[in-house]
């Protein structure tokens, strides 16, 4: 559910950059105090039951009332900005695929097979991952990888956590080299911000893992800074 | 606070899907009855509570599930 704004606040957002492709997050003044909403295509708000988990528990109720019933009457002289993608994820207003529009998460992806000798990476802070078993070589269902094209870019552990929106802050410094022997089930997509990161690196899931010899090696990155 | 979990949650959550590279969003069920949602295990073993929670140690532990994806 969303509800259309008033026209005068459409107009007044149009003139206003976007947060991210066909939404924007908009900071409106109240008597209470500052509240924020997400708007799509400078026309719908946001209902506080489809936004994201953290962006619902931070808020009063009541305030979010008075936003709703500010946005859809005319705009006068009611203060608002539009926040930036990377100031929205830093008041972790941002977590969700909804502000992430055209990438979604490998979570909502179709399955298909992985390329024919197609090689990923995986970083952990753990020298042990358990997902994959150092013995054989395979990994178990489930299990999120990224692409190797995109892993190669991180150089350390600090840049694996916030390209793959990492909750544990130690630094990922163990990369994995992984490489099914055959082709596999694997659903594709795009990090979302979250965890205070924003995410934005490639994502696999291995949907019913992979089989013995998948591991090739692993090594260690700079922690970074 | 992070706790380290019994191998029997360990056994558990490696028969799970991750919910993000090497981590998984779960609701925890505490012996006093609290439950704890969208808590985060890092790799398989090792639950991160936020500070507020109080003192927990890995027998307190009930219950362990995977939260749904959330949309």
């Known amino acids: ?124 802070a753990f020298k042990d991952d358990a997902r994959i078993d150092h013995a054989d070589g395979s990994v178990l269902p489930g299990t999120y990888v990224t692409t190797q094209t995109d892993g190669l870019r991180v150089k350390t552990g600090k840049e694996a956590v916030e390209r793959y929106a990492l909750p544990n802050p130690d630094p990922a410094v163990h990369r994995f080299w992984l490489k099914p022997p055959r082709q596999v089930q694997v659903r594709r997509g795009t990090v979302q911000p979250a965890n205070g990161h924003q995410g934005s690196g490639d994502e696999v899931i291995f949907d019913n893992g992979a089989p013995a010899g998948t591991k090739q090696k692993q090594d260690e990155i700079p922690p970074g800074e | 606070m992070r706790v380290t979990l019994d191998s029997q949650w360990m056994d558990k959550l490696r028969r799970l899907p991750e919910s993000g590279m090497g981590y998984q969003r779960v609701r925890v069920k505490l012996r006093d009855g609290r439950v704890l949602d969208d808590a985060v295990v890092l790799n398989a073993q090792v639950l991160q509570l936020a500070d507020d929670v109080g003192a927990v140690v890995a027998q307190d532990i009930v219950d362990l599930e995977l939260e749904p994806v959330k949309r």
């Open chain 1, 1 to 124: 559910m969303s509800y259309e704004i008033d026209k005068t606040w459409s107009a007044a957002l149009l003139d206003q950059p976007e947060t991210g492709m066909g939404y924007q997050i908009v900071e409106v003044q109240i008597p209470q105090g500052a509240e924020h909403v997400v708007v799509l295509n400078a026309q719908r708000a946001m209902e506080v039951q489809e936004s994201p988990r953290r962006f619902r528990e931070g808020a009063n109720q009541a305030r979010k009332m008075r936003v709703d019933l500010a946005l859809k009457s005319k705009r006068e002289d009611t203060p608002f900005r539009v926040l930036e993608l990377r100031e929205a994820v830093t008041k972790g207003l941002v977590e969700t695929r909804a502000y992430a529009a055209g990438k979604e998460p490998a979570s909502e992806a179709t399955p298909v097979q992985s390329g024919a000798g197609e090689e990923f990476l995986r970083f952990s």
